[in-house]
T-cell receptor, first 114, second 112 residues
Framework: ETGVTQTPRHLVMGMTNKKSLKCEQH?????MYWYKQSAKKPLELMFV???????ENNSVPSRFSPECPNSSHLFLHLHTLQPEDSALYLC?????????????FGNGTRLTVT | AQSVAQPEDQVNVAEGNPLTVKCTYS??????LFWYVQYPNRGLQFLLK??????LVKGSYGFEAEFNKSQTSFHLKKPSALVSDSALYFC??????????FGQGTELSVKP
């Protein structure tokens, strides 16, 4: 049990579908993150929410839409994705007012776009 | 610009032998440095961090890392490798702006 739960674990979707990834953290943290992990590439930070406010958006295409309704939940809404969006999507949380607090990751959602 | 490099895509070690996974960084100011491990079909798990103080940092599962300011390195080490240590290892640097920059990862393979 990592304290950060992601659902679903696997998702296969067509390019015209709409789906959502869900993340929930049980650690009482105040910041949540979405990362994209592709083979042979460094982790790419996509979005950061701190105290439920989006504080970072790393030039992510608009077909990815994050939502953070409260400090424990984070969603990534997906629509009209491309095959190159296939990757492992990792959610993480941390406590930003605790200096150097490490990130706690979920196990990820393996997304395949067909 | 801040960056972190892991020069080896893969490291192969025999069980019982010492292991080293290399990491070098480039960041202005004093860096915060981290190591994470990723087992198959899992997210990343925090192993250890260097903030300040003693250059040798001890972490989970018997791992340690040595901060070397002159060489801008933060290599991960373990005196005696286990087969169960086989995983993907990520070095990361925080430039004190609260943003972690990850290396591309090193795959460690420990053979019996």
């Amino acid at each position: 049990e990592t304290g950060v739960t992601q659902t679903p674990r696997h998702l296969v979707m067509g390019m015209t579908n709409k789906k959502s990834l869900k993340c929930e953290q049980h650690l009482g943290h105040n910041a949540m993150y979405w990362y994209k992990q592709s083979a042979k590439k460094p982790l790419e930070l996509m979005f950061v929410y701190s105290l439920e406010e989006r504080v970072e958006n790393n030039s992510v295409p608009s077909r990815f839409s994050p939502e953070c309704p409260n400090s424990s939940h984070l969603f990534l809404h997906l629509h009209t994705l491309q095959p190159e969006d296939s990757a492992l999507y990792l959610c993480a949380s941390s406590q930003t007012d605790r200096a150097n607090s490490p990130l706690h990751f979920g196990n990820g959602t393996r997304l395949t776009v067909t | 610009a801040q960056s972190v490099a892991q020069p080896e895509d893969q490291v192969n070690v025999a069980e019982g032998n010492p292991l080293t996974v290399k990491c070098t960084y480039s960041v202005s100011g004093n860096p915060y440095l981290f190591w994470y491990v990723q087992y198959p079909n899992r997210g990343l798990q925090f192993l250890l961090k260097y903030i300040t103080g003693d250059n040798l940092v001890k972490g989970s599962y018997g791992f340690e890392a040595e901060f070397n300011k002159s060489q801008t390195s933060f290599h991960l080490k373990k005196p005696s490798a286990l087969v169960s240590d086989s995983a993907l290892y990520f070095c990361a640097v925080d430039n004190q702006g609260g943003k972690l920059i990850f290396g591309q990862g090193t795959e460690l393979s420990v053979k019996p």
